[in-house]
């Protein structure tokens, strides 16, 4: 995501860092015909500006859970600044399908999605999904495309997204036009900022907001296509979106009536929702791959031992909405095979595996989701630790997001900042003292098996004033 220029290149810094702003959606013929509807937009969720004021440290809302809203999902990229490389919010729409901002895919670093972390600073459970294509609305024009409509985008992941149940969210079309009107009771949804001048917290929150006529809210500061968005928020900004949010919905009766695509003037101001009760719904509905009506989805659990290499599974969560599911066939990874709907199995040695389950309704249909589990305590490679470290002031962030291990079991991250202090997990964050000093930053990263590898950098430290000015030096 883009910041905003500051006239002091820390500020500017710092803006940079922001997550959920502006969604940079939209097309050159986005926009209605008449000039007099149309007004330049402000600033998208991605790079808007920290707000001023009563609301400029906290957005709002309340810390909400995956289990709530079984469709939400985070959007990641490299070089993204938040855990994780978080930058925008997505909803899962089908099996390997995301409903998102248009103007996600225009920031730089290749994209992927996580699933299943309540906070991404506790990823532990979750699942990361490639992108096979990420495709923007016809008529958007990156990269500003969310100042005239259009902000919005479909994705297709190569795997299969362990939703349970297939609770997908439901989004709107042109034949549910009431439920954006004015008056309605919208919930956003998003993994965005909390606060301003934080990147350190990525988890889910819920907001509660009314959709508002946009021509004397959102448009009073520009920007604002009643054809093509929804505005929703408050005047005194004390709940509203923020960067990181980008993409995320707005729900409305259970529905997704727009994605998350840019702000009136910050983090807490009325934002702008791309609107999908007319023709971008219609698109989104054309994206979704065909499926065989009344087929079954696939789910289960895995619950595997450290000591020695077996694994249960338990695929009673998998539904058929229309008969019932008369087998189950498993493919563990190991070239060996299972039925039924719980059963255990015993790997010959420890590692990760890809495990498969078919399942067949009573008419012949089939549904499938394939997940990775790790069996018995890892005896491979030791882990790769890469972190980042942004500053502002005496306060570093330091971000392990990037640390990697080719058996895909890192247990525990562990920092030393040189300072005399520690710290844990994937992100973290600390404060140097007064003066002018040079500390040597580690990173200590352990997998399963215990096999663990050390990586650091150099903080460089300068009195300002009486206080800490640090950079990575």
């Known amino acids: 995501m883009r910041g905003t220029k500051r ?35 402000v600033n998208p969720t991605d790079t808007a500006p920290a707000p001023s004021g009563p609301h400029a440290k906290i957005i709002g809302g309340e810390p909400t859970t995956v289990a709530a809203f079984p469709y939400i999902i985070a959007a990641l990229r490299e070089g993204g600044p938040r855990p994780m490389g978080q930058t925008c919010t997505g909803s899962v729409i089908g099996p390997k399908t995301i409903l998102i901002a248009a103007h996600c895919k225009d920031s730089e670093g290749t994209k992927s999605f996580y699933y299943g972390a309540d906070d991404l600073n506790k990823p532990e459970g979750g699942v990361k999904l490639d992108v096979v294509s990420y495709t923007q609305h016809p008529k958007y024009e990156s990269p500003n495309g969310w100042q005239t409509g259009y902000d919005v985008a479909v994705v297709q992941t190569q795997q299969t997204i362990p939703v349970k149940g297939g609770q997908y969210a439901k989004f709107a079309t042109s ?10 009771t919208g919930t956003a949804i998003g993994y965005g900022r909390t606060r301003d001048g934080e990147n350190q917290y990525a988890q889910v929150k819920k907001a509660s907001l009314p959709v508002v006529d946009g021509r004397n809210t959102c448009g009073s500061f520009g ?19 923020c960067q990181g949010d980008s993409g995320g919905p707005l729900v409305v009766d259970g529905v997704v009536i727009g994605v ?16 999908l009760t007319g023709e971008m719904g219609d698109w989104v509905k054309t994206q979704l791959p065909n499926v065989e009506p009344g087929a079954p989805t696939a789910e289960f659990d895995a619950a595997c031992s450290e000591d020695n290499t077996t694994c249960r599974f338990d695929a009673s969560a998998s539904k058929d909405s ?17 039925e039924g709907d719980k059963l255990s199995h015993t790997y010959d040695k420890n590692g990760a595996y890809q495990v498969k389950l078919t399942v067949t309704d009573n008419s012949g249909k089939t549904g499938t989701v394939t997940k990775k589990v790790s069996a018995g305590k890892s005896v491979g490679e030791s882990p790769v630790p890469q972190f980042s470290v942004s500053c502002w002031y005496d306060k570093c962030d330091f971000d392990a997001s990037k640390s990697t291990d080719k058996d895909g079991d890192i247990a525990s991250y562990a920092w030393k900042f040189g300072d005399g202090k520690t710290g844990t997990g994937v992100t973290t964050s600390n404060s140097y003292p007064a003066g002018q000093k040079t500390y040597s930053a580690e990173l200590t990263v352990t997998d399963r098996a215990g096999n663990a590898a050390t990586a650091s950098k150099k903080i460089q430290c300068w009195d300002f004033g009486g206080r800490a000015f640090c950079f990575n030096g």
């Open 260 to 275: 998350a695509s840019w702000v009136k003037t910050g983090c807490g101001s009325y934002g702008a929702w791309g609107r």
């Open 223 to 241: 920007g604002f296509n009643d054809a093509y968005m929804v505005c929703a928020g408050y005047a005194d900004g004390h709940d509203g979106i």
């Open 175 to 184: 034949a549910d036009s009431e439920l954006s009107k004015p008056g309605k």
């Open 7 to 41: 006239l002091a290149k820390v500020a500017s810094l710092a803006v940079a860092a922001l997550a959920f702003a502006p969604l940079f959606a939209g097309g050159a013929q986005a926009v209605a015909d008449d000039a007099t509807d149309r007004q330049q937009a």
């Open 322 to 338: 229309d008969g019932s599911i008369s087998s189950y066939a498993w493919e563990f990874g190991d070239g060996k095979t299972g």
